[in-house]
Structures are given as C-alpha cells and as structure tokens.
Antibody, heavy 119, light 107 residues
Framework: QVQLVQSGAEVKKPGASVKFSCKASGYTFGDYYMHWVRQAPGQGLEWMGIINPSSGSTSYSQKFHGRVTMARDTSTSTVHMELSSLKSEDTATYYC????????????WGQGTLVTVSS | DIQMTQSPSSLSASVGDRVTITCRASHNIGSNLNWYQQKPGKAPNVLIYSASNLQSGVPSRFSGSGSGTDFTLAISILQPEDLGTYFCQQTYNTPYTFGQGTKVEIK
C-alpha cells in the first residue's frame, strides 16, 4: 500500500534552517509528482511547491522563493525539502502529498512534520 | 494568485441533515477544483476531484458540483463521522490555493 512517512518534529530558532524528509513506498517513486503543503496551527492549508521525482525538476510558490529547496533521492525513494531563514510565522505542520497520474489533486499525504520556530 | 472563498466558515447540523458548502474562485478555474476533509490532528483526505468526481473509497453521500467560479460540496445525509474541516482547492494554476475551510460540527 502507498505510504508517505515523514521525518519527526523539530524546534528551531529564528534565522535557522530546517530540513524535512518524506519517504515513499508502495508505488513507483518516479511516476508521481510530490507536493509540499503547510498548515499553521488552527489555520488553513498553504501550497509550497512541487517536485518531479523522476527528473528532479521543481516549481515553488513565489512566497517561498529563495527560502525553499526541494530535492529527491531516487535510491531511497525520498523527497526532501529545506526551508531557510526561519521566522516565527513558519511554525506549522508540513505535509508531503502525492499527485496521481493524469489528475491534479493530492491522493496520499504524509503524516505531517511539526516545526516550531521560537527563540 | 487565485483566491478561494468558502462559506460558511462553520456550521452545526444534525445527523441525517443535508449539508452544503460553497467555494468561490476569484478567477474562472474551469473544473479544476478539489474538496478535502480534514479531521483533527490528521492530514487532509480527498473527497472530490475535478469538481464532481468522487474519489475511490469515499462514501456516495458526498457529491460535488459547479464550474467556472462557483462550486458546491454536498453531504446528502450527514453522519457522525463527517465532523471535521472541509477545504476546497484550485489546481487551475500555481500556486495551488485553498479555501480557508469550513468546520462542520454535529448537533
């Protein structure tokens, strides 16, 4: 069965960077795009960007341009995301989410990684 | 960016009621509209994709309609397990934006 397993919670200071991982299993890793979405406590969902695990090509929301980097490791079927120059407003749960073939929606999600940014 | 506006922001209904949630896009997005349900502490789960297509495994009491700028999610017979927050999402162009959510409570 399809599973997306994310890395554990983090606590970071303002100005630091944080790296997330999302390990995929149960399907052919390179065949499905992966997205990252975040959700601040008690708030809505915010799309951050997409990576093509086959080619490694990425597209980021302009809001995070210059602060976010997405990459993939095909040997471990894992996508990574790094967010730099953290601010308190970056406190949120970060999800990876898979896009199925030929349709643009998110059919499987990771369990989420909570990042707390606090001095 | 395309703005997505949901209404109401919350509702309380009884088991067996018909519930509708609306989502309005700031631009014409065709049928590029998805609906998700999120339960507390969990990741969202897709219910409807491309405005009106029921995702596999989702109960048939959920339905979606609309195109262009106005969309509706309906729950025909509300069940206790339907409590949660519902989000619409446009995937017409990036950034893929979400509505602010509609919290559904059971009376």
């Amino acid at each position: 069965q399809v599973q997306l397993v994310q890395s554990g919670a983090e606590v970071k200071k303002p100005g630091a960077s944080v790296k997330f991982s999302c390990k995929a299993s149960g399907y052919t890793f390179g065949d499905y795009y992966m997205h990252w979405v975040r959700q601040a406590p008690g708030q809505g969902l915010e799309w951050m960007g997409i990576i093509n695990p086959s080619s490694g090509s990425t597209s980021y929301s302009q809001k995070f341009h210059g602060r976010v980097t997405m990459a993939r490791d095909t040997s471990t079927s894992t996508v990574h995301m790094e967010l730099s120059s953290l601010k308190s407003e970056d406190t949120a749960t970060y999800y990876c989410a898979r896009e199925p073939r030929n349709q643009v929606f998110f059919d499987y999600w990771g369990q989420g990684t909570l990042v707390t940014v606090s001095s | 960016d395309i703005q997505m506006t949901q209404s109401p922001s919350s509702l309380s209904a009884s088991v067996g009621d018909r519930v509708t949630i609306t989502c309005r896009a700031s631009h014409n997005i065709g049928s590029n509209l998805n609906w998700y349900q999120q339960k507390p502490g969990k990741a969202p789960n897709v219910l409807i994709y491309s405005a009106s297509n029921l995702q596999s495994g989702v109960p048939s009491r959920f339905s979606g309609s609309g195109s262009g700028t106005d969309f509706t999610l309906a729950i025909s017979i509300l069940q206790p397990e339907d409590l949660g927050t519902y989000f619409c999402q446009q995937t017409y162009n990036t950034p893929y934006t979400f509505g602010q959510g509609t919290k559904v409570e059971i009376k």
